[in-house]
């Protein structure tokens, strides 16, 4: 019997291939999705793992059986998965393990528009039902499976909400990490005022050069060395499935991804003023000032897309960023794209002369730790120690709103978050001063350890 609590997570189904998941199991949830969507006709895509295939097939069989119709839209991203979903107004289905080992591999659903599905919103019911074995019989008239590319069309749609086409011309290094960027990027760019250094743009789901994570710093050494190497104006680096995008300056230097939320919410700010913007609760402050300085109103959510998308809808907000190089477009159904993310920088870079590390200084004003984790036994017990020191102090407020934030009339905070699937706590500290931030992560790290 699987065990389907550590198959079906909170935003996906993912596991080892196939000794978590396989082909039957692929099959029950297609017939599971139209059961919970009731839709006639879904869409579906998939990455470059050598699984993938099969997955996708017994997916499109278990939808079919169920008495769907399926778009088989072929290879691409997540992002070009939403574009399906989206500008079809169909539910959308992508098999990806995103940035997990080759060995793994997924399942993410989302319903007519790229509205997400996470366990609140239907994963939790497909979960008890294959536990219970509860599968549709198979209809008297089975749906069909239809081949359709979308690529070029998902392309010109990100390139007619950022025009790119009378910049400066720029080389830029992309590391594709061996997943689905070496297969969009070169569609997105194609006709651009761009000289592209492409890196590991084969697909291979083996991912032979580095982890397709670049949110791992080691993960990001190569394409530092190349962009210093060729003198690039900049380096993007994509996950596996392509739906997180990080920037490196000309100087070889990884650009906080608050930078980026500040950058780009200064520009969709500028088509759409007033709006609302999205942020997650360990954000920098300063991307929270720039929403305000623009005439956005910042709106804080707990880390994770659900949460994210949910806000984005309730909001009506015109973007929404995370630390962990998510971002949100109300042009893109609220769904996250690095594509487009990496096109709005690409446009604020080349339309003035300055180089990326001065144009992004703009968006960066204080001092940050990045995520340290701690190995704790007694969480709960933990959050409120922590929390009971530093409202004794007078200086500070709390909330829960995710974890635990604490904020200083003199500008720093920490967030203490514990991890969904480890005995952890991770830490993010800000200060206005690398002094102050060090101070404050110093004595968090000593009531936590």
């Known amino acids: 019997m699987p065990d389907y609590s550590r198959l079906v997570k909170a935003y996906d189904i993912r596991g080892e291939v196939p000794a978590q998941l396989n082909a039957d199991i692929a099959a029950k949830a297609g017939a599971l999705f139209i059961r919970l969507t009731g839709a006639d006709r879904i869409v579906i895509a998939q990455d470059m793992r050598s699984t993938s295939p099969a997955l996708a097939q017994a997916f499109a069989a278990g939808a079919n059986q169920a008495g769907a119709d399926v778009l088989d839209a072929g290879l691409g991203s997540t992002d070009y998965l939403y574009y399906c979903s989206g500008s079809l107004d169909l539910p959308g289905v992508m098999i ?6 080759a060995q793994d591999n997924g399942i993410k659903l989302c319903r007519a528009g790229a509205a997400p599905i996470g366990e609140d919103t239907g994963l939790a019911r497909i979960r008890t039902w294959l536990e219970t074995d509860d599968i549709p019989e198979p209809v008297a008239a089975p749906g069909t499976t239809t081949r359709r590319d979308l690529l070029a069309e998902y392309a010109a749609h990100l390139n007619s909400l950022v025009d790119v086409s009378g910049i400066r011309r720029l080389r ?7 997943g689905m960027a070496g297969h969009t990027v070169p569609a997105v760019f194609d006709g651009l005022p761009l000289d592209l250094v492409p890196m590991y743009f084969e697909l291979d789901g083996t991912f032979p050069h580095h982890e397709a994570n670049p949110l791992e710093p080691a993960n990001l050494r190569d394409l530092q060395a190349m ?3 060729t003198g690039a104006d900049i380096g993007l680096a994509f996950d596996g499935d392509a739906d997180r995008c990080f920037f490196i300056d000309e100087t070889g230097q990884a650009v906080p991804p608050s ?7 200064a520009r969709e700010l500028a088509k759409a003023p007033g709006s609302a913007v999205i942020h997650n609760v360990i954000t920098s402050a300063a991307a929270v000032e720039i929403i305000r300085e623009h005439g956005g109103t910042p709106v804080r959510s707990r880390v994770g897309h659900s949460f994210m998308k949910a806000l984005m809808a309730e909001h009506d907000a015109v973007f929404g960023g995370e630390h962990s190089g998510h971002y949100y477009f109300r042009d893109f159904w609220r ?9 709005h920088v690409l446009a604020a870079l ?3 002369d300055r180089p990326l590390s001065e144009l992004v200084a703009d968006y960066s004003r204080y001092a940050a730790s990045g995520e340290i984790n701690s190995q ?7 959050l409120d120690k922590v929390e009971a020191a530093y409202r004794a102090s007078g200086d500070a407020t709390a909330d829960r709103l995710d974890g635990l934030t604490v904020t200083f009339t003199d500008g720093r905070w920490f967030n203490l978050r514990p991890s969904n699937t480890e005995p952890l706590l991770r830490l993010n500290v800000e200060g206005p001063t690398a002094e102050s931030m060090t101070t404050l992560r110093d004595e968090v790290l000593g009531l936590v350890r």
């Open 96 to 101: 990806t393990a995103s940035h997990n080992p």
């Open 172 to 178: 830029v290094a992309v590391d594709a990490g061996n």
């Open 227 to 229: 962009v210093e190497k």
């Open 259 to 265: 930078a980026i939320v500040g950058l780009v919410a």
């Open 335 to 343: 769904a996250d794209t690095g594509m487009l993310t990496a096109l």
């Open 350 to 352: 080349g339309e003035q």
């Open 376 to 382: 704790v036994t007694d969480i709960p017990g933990t």
